[in-house]
């Protein structure tokens, strides 16, 4: 995936997330995007809920008696629970994603075979029924060269509205943030400025909510954490790693 705007050329590779920025000079530098930027965050429901679910499968599966071979076996097993159940889900997100996109391009694409992928997408589809608008921008890249992020837009409505569609249990704060990143982004590659943002949240349950994003406040938040990211990619902290 590439676009060109102002001599910049900007370039995603899906397979490693990466975004390359070409300047007009022909210079080349790989961009931090903007989920990577507010994953500086800490997330205390997401380390409760890896932590619950470790021992839940520990109290599940522990049997009286069991060696010490078989204890260790089963902690690392519940160990990487968490993360297994993580990947399943962006795999979920990516499919109603990739959908969507499809649809809106109108290009034919049955239901998802995924259960809570076809549920996502049917939420997405009695929302967009009730829009009443066009879209401006799917699936966009785009980058701020000055600031030095990029990322990938879900969609513009034709009113200008800055959407992220989210398959999460809950509209998490950071979000906001994002929506922040991305107005930014989006005004000085595309020349758009978002009036609003809003975040959908396309329940994998069933569950469906939405909320309004304060762009103004979102984009201050953001360069807070621009801010951050610059000190800890180019200073030494002791015991932490930039990665």
Do not use: C
Not at 76 to 101: I, K, M, N, P, Y
Not at 201 to 220: I, P, Y
């Amino acid at each position: 995936m590439t676009r060109i705007r102002r001599g910049y050329t900007l370039s995603f590779d899906e397979k490693e997330h990466r975004y390359l920025l070409r300047t007009p000079t022909g210079e080349e530098r790989v961009l931090p995007s903007v989920t990577r930027i507010i994953s500086l965050l800490s997330k205390p429901k997401v380390h409760e809920w890896a932590m619950d679910l470790m021992a839940r499968h520990i109290m599940d599966n522990y049997t009286p008696g069991m060696t010490h071979e078989e204890m260790l076996y089963l902690v690392q097993e519940s160990q990487e629970l968490h993360r297994r159940e993580a990947r399943g889900a962006a795999q979920t997100g990516s499919e109603v994603h990739d959908w969507v996109e499809a649809f809106l391009q109108g290009v034919p694409r049955g239901y998802p075979v995924d259960p809570k992928a076809k549920t996502a997408v049917e939420r997405f589809l009695e929302w967009w029924g009730t829009t009443g608008q066009k879209f401006l921008l799917s699936e966009a890249i785009v980058a701020h060269p000055p600031l030095g992020f990029a990322g990938k837009v879900d969609l513009v409505l034709s009113d200008g509205t800055l959407v992220d569609l989210k398959t999460s249990k809950a509209l998490y704060p950071e979000y906001d943030f994002q929506l922040g990143g991305y107005a930014l982004a989006l005004e000085w590659w595309e020349g758009i400025r978002p009036p609003k943002g809003l975040l959908v949240r396309l329940g994998k349950d069933g569950a469906f909510e939405t909320r309004e994003v304060n762009l103004t406040r979102a984009r201050e938040a953001f360069l807070g954490l621009l801010q951050v990211w610059r000190y800890l990619s180019t200073t030494e902290v002791k015991g932490y790693t930039l990665t």
